[in-house]
């Protein structure tokens, strides 16, 4: 065993967007010593295996400003990191087949407008005026100009390069066993027999999470699932925005966006079975099914486009879909970003920008998370102990 322990202000335990994006903007902005610990590669689970939307509409009120924030760094990334993460504001659409569903989009428009989100409604007739596209099904829809799409395969690595390049200690295939309070500090060992020290930690590590803050006695309600992608052979580039459609029944529930190099890259409705314990996610063939049926039910033209490949990774959700993020309730100098149900890849850079600030400053630049503390969990099962006495 080594006596070597590295020291530093601030460890961040996982690699994802959320984990390496705090990691760049501790060092960016506020000049904060870091060391990142990611037990496989960097963004090789939730964050590199999901669709890719950078989208707002759509989302809990709640967490507008932070997609609001994060919407800003999307529209930076390439100046901040110097690399081309493939972000394109060429929108993202919301479809729908019922009348019902379109009265739920229109409210959500009005919901959001005062929260700096201006999204534009169109009628079946104006759909198809504007795109061309859909199936006589699709009644209405509803787009949000700005959003867009990025490559999620590229996301969390280019910011765990831009954060090492400013000085930040970025290990990968460092699998933590263990972390204890040792003083005012906390103490990382990695299975290889090392110690990483620092007096603030990071939880970032996705569906892993749950277990480091268990630690601290904060375990979580989660679960582990496994989303269904694929990606389909190139067709000739025709649609700019992310295109979903909206419905209350999941197996109905689709997304696609069209790349730069023509594939159709789709996803949505109901996941597939992941297991984190020993790191194994599952594609199912009757999701992949359902999907291709529901892709050509929303596009007929897709009737004869091949699928090439399919995919899955391992996402963490939490029991009442909200992600957790802030401050320990316990611990202090404890900080937690995970738990993001399938969402978290279009708010992460808002999420790392957040998260730094708060460790640095203790403030979070006027955007709210006290929704997404991590003590809410903690209060609902103490009230269910005194209904049970």
């Known amino acids: 065993m080594t006596d070597k322990i590295l020291r530093t202000d601030v460890l961040v335990l996982g690699g994802g967007l959320m984990g390496t994006s705090a990691a760049f903007f501790l060092r960016q902005q506020h000049g904060r010593s870091v060391a990142l610990l990611e037990r496989e590669l960097i963004g090789r689970q939730a964050s590199g295996v999901n669709f890719g939307n950078v989208r707002r509409q759509g989302r809990a009120l709640a967490q507008m400003p932070l997609a609001n924030r994060a919407r800003a760094v999307w529209g930076r990334v390439r100046e901040l990191l110097g690399e081309d993460l493939e972000f394109v504001p060429h929108g993202h659409l919301r479809c729908c087949y019922t009348e019902q569903q379109a009265a739920t989009l229109e409210q959500h428009a009005r919901d959001v407008a005062p929260l700096g989100l201006q999204l534009e409604l169109f009628t079946q007739r104006q759909l198809q005026q504007r795109w061309g596209i859909f199936s006589p099904e699709v009644v209405a829809g509803s787009l949000s100009p700005l959003d867009g799409h990025a490559n999620p395969r590229l996301a969390g690595p280019a910011f765990g390069r831009a954060a090492r390049r400013l000085g930040a200690h970025v290990e990968e295939r460092a699998e933590v066993l263990h972390v204890e309070r040792d003083g005012g500090d906390f103490v990382a060992h990695t299975a290889d027999d090392r110690r990483f020290r620092a007096p603030q930690l990071l939880v970032a590590c996705g569906a892993w999470s749950n277990r480091?803050?268990?630690?601290?006695?904060?375990?979580?309600?989660?679960?582990?699932?496994?989303?269904?992608?694929?990606?389909?052979?190139?067709?000739?580039?025709?649609?700019?925005?992310?295109?979903?459609?909206?419905?209350?029944?999941?197996?109905?529930?689709?997304?696609?966006?069209?790349?730069?190099?023509?594939?159709?890259?789709?996803?949505?409705?109901?996941?597939?079975?992941?297991?984190?314990?020993?790191?194994?996610?599952?594609?199912?063939?009757?999701?992949?099914?359902?999907?291709?049926?529901?892709?050509?039910?929303?596009?007929?033209?897709?009737?004869?486009?091949?699928?090439?490949?399919?995919?899955?990774?391992?996402?963490?959700?939490?029991?009442?879909?909200?992600?957790?993020?802030?401050?320990?309730?316990?611990?202090?100098?404890?900080?937690?970003?995970?738990?993001?149900?399938?969402?978290?890849?279009?708010?992460?850079?808002?999420?790392?920008?957040?998260?730094?600030?708060?460790?640095?400053?203790?403030?979070?630049?006027?955007?709210?998370?006290?929704?997404?503390?991590?003590?809410?969990?903690?209060?609902?099962?103490?009230?269910?102990?005194?209904?049970?006495?």
């Open 212 to 389: 480091i803050a268990g630690l601290f006695g904060e375990a979580v309600p989660m679960e582990a699932r496994g989303p269904q992608m694929g990606v389909t052979e190139p067709l000739p580039h025709a649609i700019g925005p992310s295109i979903g459609v909206s419905s209350a029944i999941e197996h109905e529930g689709l997304y696609f966006r069209q790349i730069s190099r023509g594939n159709i890259v789709f996803g949505g409705g109901l996941k597939g079975p992941a297991d984190a314990q020993h790191v194994r996610s599952y594609v199912r063939p009757d999701n992949v099914l359902r999907q291709l049926r529901e892709l050509r039910r929303f596009v007929p033209a897709f009737a004869q486009v091949q699928l090439i490949r399919v995919w899955s990774g391992i996402e963490g959700y939490t029991a009442d879909w909200q992600p957790v993020m802030g401050p320990s309730a316990r611990v202090p100098g404890l900080h937690y970003a995970f738990g993001f149900n399938g969402e978290g890849f279009a708010i992460g850079p808002g999420v790392g920008e957040v998260m730094a600030e708060l460790m640095a400053t203790g403030r979070t630049g006027g955007t709210p998370i006290e929704p997404f503390h991590i003590g809410r969990f903690a209060a609902v099962a103490e009230q269910g102990a005194r209904l049970a006495a």
